[in-house]
């Protein structure tokens, strides 16, 4: 096969590509139900997936539902998120989202893009989250491994997570945007390593522009 000269090619060959290399990729928030996961992945703004884990079953049981995190004040979440990094403002973010929700939603996760970056606490990296993988909606969320990635291998050339999205949307198939966000992130923890980057071991270093080989 010929080197993919155009970004186009070239996301099309990485998400083949990837798609071989982790045909099990899934998000590595533990969660069961969309909820779950919107609580979840508020939490994990500047925070590791691993600690996340560790503190959403106890949050998980006390409030396991939209209306029972809705009638408390942020103070009595904090306990249960307190070894996660902004835990007080993720604490307000949780309860102010949940309340939203009750109010404006009946207790539902919306899945309108609109309707999920007004919830406290969701932006658009968040909210194409729950779309992808909590609703089963076209949804690519941009972190530091997809903007990382996409830039290394031509992609794109911009930083900003909004852009970086909008580029991406076209090139990849609807159905299938948020396994490759997952893949690039999966593949950005596992091989292409911010610090020391492993091109020997990448299935994608022989069209790689950044490639060391």
């Not at 884990?53 to 029972?68: E, H, Q, V």
């Not at 109010?103 to 919830?119: F, N, Q, R, T, Y």
């Not at 911009?158 to 299938?176: F, G, K």
């Not at 020391?196 to 069209?207: A, G, M, S, T």
Request: with cysteine.
């Amino acid at each position: 096969m010929g080197r993919p000269r155009s970004p186009r090619g070239r996301a099309r060959v990485t998400r083949e590509r990837l798609a071989q290399a982790y045909p099990e990729a899934v998000c590595e928030l533990d969660h069961s139900n969309p909820f779950e996961l919107l609580m979840a992945t508020i939490l994990s703004a500047q925070a590791t997936d691993v600690g996340v884990n560790k503190a959403t079953p106890a949050l998980f049981a006390r409030f396991p539902d939209p209306w029972a995190l809705a009638a408390v004040e942020p103070e009595h979440v904090e306990p249960y998120v307190s070894t996660i990094g902004l835990f007080r403002q993720k604490s307000k973010s949780l309860v102010g989202m949940a309340r939203r929700l009750v109010e404006e939603h009946g207790g539902e996760v919306p899945g309108a893009m609109g309707d999920l970056v007004k919830l406290p606490g969701v932006g658009r990296k968040t909210a194409n989250v729950i779309r992808s993988v909590g609703l089963g909606l076209p949804g690519l969320p941009v972190d530091t491994h997809v903007t990382r990635l996409s830039n290394l291998l031509g992609l794109t050339d911009s930083t900003d997570p909004v852009r970086i999205e909008q580029e991406l949307n076209p090139m990849i198939p609807a159905a299938e945007r948020g396994d490759f966000s997952l893949r690039m992130i999966l593949h950005g923890r596992r091989v292409c390593i911010a610090r020391r980057p492993r091109c020997e071991d990448c299935v994608l270093n022989d069209f790689c522009p950044s490639s060391a080989l």
